[in-house]
């Protein structure tokens, strides 16, 4: 069975910092990542995904993660963040051809203005 | 196009009583997941179905059911309720794509157990 494992709980930044948010997960074959985002009142959202290929993706409103099969890492990175990033941030995986997703504990972020 | 829809968005419970939760998913879409999220957690997967058929189960008592209708609409049942089944019920339509799948989440139903 996959784990996943968020390092940060909760993270507070000023708007222009950069944002990466580290995950980790455990599980020896194939996987599939993801980033889900929860903002404030909402419902999850999909951020970005790694399926295959280049292992540096890019998603929706600047955010990008790079996979690094040898450490069995997804971090997500924004250059630059805005006050409206503000939320909560899962890190996801399921084994290829499986539909369970493991979700990591998320990260919550606060951008302040 | 509409998305993920799931109902009531809020409902209270006490101790042993039954709920359904209920889930349509995005149009096109056969395939159907259940996501526990406890408050301060990552979601935890509950059951998946495909076709009408339970492809998938994570860890929860079996006082957790589901079904999947011929319209691909879905049924979480809970029976004699526990305090702790007090959370963020979601529900995720899948795209199915070979090994590349992509889960699309409801906004959820929250319990609470009194």
């Known amino acids: 069975a996959q784990s996943v494992s968020q390092h940060n709980h909760h993270v507070i930044l000023s708007e222009a910092a950069s944002l990466e948010l580290g995950c980790n997960y455990s599980?020896?074959?194939?996987?599939?990542l993801f980033w889900y985002v929860q903002y404030p009142g909402q419902h999850l959202q999909l951020l970005l995904k790694y399926f295959s290929g280049d292992p540096l993706v890019k998603g929706i409103k600047g955010f990008e993660a790079e996979f690094i099969k040898s450490k069995f890492s997804f971090n997500l990175r924004k250059p630059s963040v805005q006050w409206s990033d503000t939320a909560e941030y899962f890190c996801?995986?399921?084994?290829?051809?499986?539909?369970?997703?493991?979700f990591g504990a998320g990260t919550t972020v606060t951008v302040r203005a | 196009d509409a998305g993920v829809t799931q109902s009531p968005t809020h409902l209270i419970k006490t101790r042993g009583q039954h709920v359904t939760l209920r889930c349509s998913p995005i149009s096109g879409h056969k395939s159907v997941s259940w996501y526990q999220q406890v408050l301060g957690q990552g979601p935890q997967f509950i059951f998946q179905?495909?076709?009408?058929?339970?492809?998938g189960r994570g860890n929860f008592p079996d006082r957790f059911s589901a079904r999947q209708f011929p319209n691909y609409s879905s049924e979480l049942n809970v029976n004699a309720l526990l305090l702790g089944d007090s959370a963020l019920y979601l529900c995720?339509?899948?795209?199915?794509?070979?090994?590349?799948?992509?889960?699309?989440f409801g906004p959820g139903t929250r319990l609470t157990v009194l």
């Open positions: 996801a995986v399921n084994a290829i051809n499986d539909y369970k997703l493991s």
């Open positions: 179905y495909y076709e009408k058929e339970e492809r």
């Open positions: 599980y020896g074959g194939t996987v599939n």
């Open positions: 995720a339509s899948i795209r199915l794509a070979g090994a590349s799948n992509e889960q699309f």
